[in-house]
């Protein structure tokens, strides 16, 4: 059983910055590899940022490249996504998956990720 938490959501103007961060706990084993989504209202999940179980590796999505920033601390098992230059369109619920992973790769694809957090919510205001 795997548990992830998610913290750091709030409201910010456009242009502003927010740090997330995602605690794992449970059997997560010492290969976890992480991702980032998000989900706007009336919208699909969106893929954003993810990260090898290593750290070594990292990708992100089209609408976030070159502002947002994923990392992990494996002594905390924690990932964080920094959120640079931040625009109303970025404003949706922002869920943590994680997923245990033998290869030194990211993962894109939600339906590739077995655990879930809450989700929190960031609104970025014009």
């Known amino acids: 059983q795997v548990q992830l938490v998610e913290s750091g959501g709030g409201l910010v103007r456009a242009g502003g910055s927010l740090t997330l961060s995602c605690a794992a706990s449970g059997r997560t084993g010492s290969r976890y590899a992480m991702g980032w989504f998000r989900q706007a209202p009336g919208k699909e999940r969106e893929f954003v940022a993810a990260?090898?179980?290593?750290?070594?590796?990292?990708g992100y999505g089209d609408n976030v490249k070159g502002r947002f920033t994923i990392s992990r601390d494996n002594a905390k098992n924690t990932v964080y996504l920094q959120m640079n230059s931040l625009k109303p369109e970025d404003t949706a619920v922002y869920y943590c998956?994680?997923?245990?992973?033998?290869?030194?790769?990211?993962?894109?694809?939600?339906?590739?990720?077995?655990?879930w957090g809450q989700g929190t919510q960031v609104t970025v205001s014009s």
């Open positions: 990260v090898n179980w290593s750290g070594t590796k990292t």
């Open positions: 998956a994680g997923r245990i992973s033998t290869y030194s790769t990211y993962h894109t694809d939600d339906h590739l990720y077995p655990d």
